[in-house]
């Protein structure tokens, strides 16, 4: 009991690091980089070919979502899939600290869509991997866009080499884990000398013994990634390339298509660079850190503080609030469905 209520009393102190975190980066950082009353002009002068454009890619990147635990889970269906995926969303990125939770809530849906224990634990361990691994690398392709575009890339280089560092390393060790049992347990070993000297500091790593985890995440996932590793890295990148296309048309948009503007190369440097933000985890879907990011590179790429600002926020909220709806409607849909189907099987029969 003493547990929960301590694991209760952090969640809310997370929380209210992260309202604290996200006030701050709107009203005191965005301002310094970004102007509120040039984006409010910026938006007003918005054509509705504009506007319809921005609505277009926001469906199109909301049917995205609906793919990724469909490409991990054989069997599943699409709606299924959408279901799952949105109302884990709203879950993980509308309350600071609401991962755990989304985890959870995926694991129960799977659960009453058929699916066994091993296999929905595998599908969502493989979903969840496959979003960092493109966390990590769209900064690197980020900066090859920059330099591509002839943008200095000397600042924000560094990002993308702790990047391609970083995703690397995970790589390797992620594929000498999947490559046998031996090496998984290598690995296991290898990790187990790197906590070491931590183990006399940290409780929770003092009976830590990573051999037995790296080879049971082996023995579960081998099977699944190696038929659709390729399908689920296709669905992943899909998921990312169409958020980037809502705030490359909200740009665009704001700066008129019939205009010279923005290049696509530069949007999506800024873009994808400004991913790094989702890697910290103090406000829920990097809201605000990446925001920050995103208009401090626009803006040192050319694009005037007032676009670029006005991009930002029709980018966060036609990519965040929608879906947020969306999982809210999806979770209660499950939810009243789930009930009435774990009520009949548990009716006796006649």
Not at 194 to 212: E, F, K, T
């Amino acid at each position: 009991m003493a547990t929960q209520q301590l694991d209760k009393r952090k969640s809310i102190i997370l929380g209210l690091v992260g309202i604290a975190f996200i006030v701050i980066i709107f009203w005191k950082v965005i301002p310094q980089i970004g102007s509120y009353s040039d984006a409010w002009h910026a938006l007003q002068s918005m054509s509705h070919l504009a506007f319809a454009l921005i609505i277009i890619m926001v469906l199109v990147y909301l049917t995205s979502y609906g793919f990724p635990f469909m490409a991990a889970t054989p069997g599943l269906k699409y709606w299924q899939s959408q279901q799952l995926n949105e109302a884990a969303f709203a879950i993980s990125n509308g309350v600071p600290g609401g991962g755990a939770v989304g985890l959870a809530v995926q694991l129960g849906m799977l659960t009453s869509y058929g699916v066994a224990g091993a296999p929905a634990t595998a599908a969502i361990t493989a979903v969840g991997l496959w979003s960092s691994f493109v966390t990590l690398g769209f900064p690197i392709l980020g900066v090859v866009a920059l330099l591509a575009v002839g943008g200095n890339g000397g600042a924000y280089a560094y990002i993308g080499l702790i990047g391609l560092a970083v995703l690397v390393t995970v790589v390797v060790a992620f594929v000498l884990v999947m490559r046998s049992q031996s090496l998984a347990r290598s690995v296991g070993r290898l990790g187990n000398r790197l906590i070491g000297p931590l183990r006399g500091r940290i409780s929770a790593l003092r009976n830590l013994d990573l051999v037995g985890p790296i080879t049971t995440f082996r023995s579960n996932m081998y099977e699944l990634l190696k038929r659709r590793w390729a399908t689920i890295t296709v669905a992943q990148v899909a998921v990312s390339s169409t958020q980037f296309l809502i705030l490359f048309v909200a740009l665009r948009g704001i700066e008129g298509w019939d205009k010279p503007g923005t290049s696509m190369g530069v949007v999506f440097a800024a873009f994808a660079i400004s991913q790094v933000g989702l890697l910290i985890p103090i406000t829920p879907g990097g809201l605000g850190t990446v925001d920050a990011a995103m208009i401090a590179i626009l803006v040192a790429l050319g694009v005037q503080n007032g676009n670029a600002t006005a991009a930002d926020l029709v980018w966060r909220a036609s990519s965040y609030v929608p879906q947020i709806i969306v999982g809210i409607l999806a979770l209660v849909s499950w939810y009243r469905r789930a009930g009435k189907t774990f009520a009949t099987a548990k009716t006796p029969a006649g």
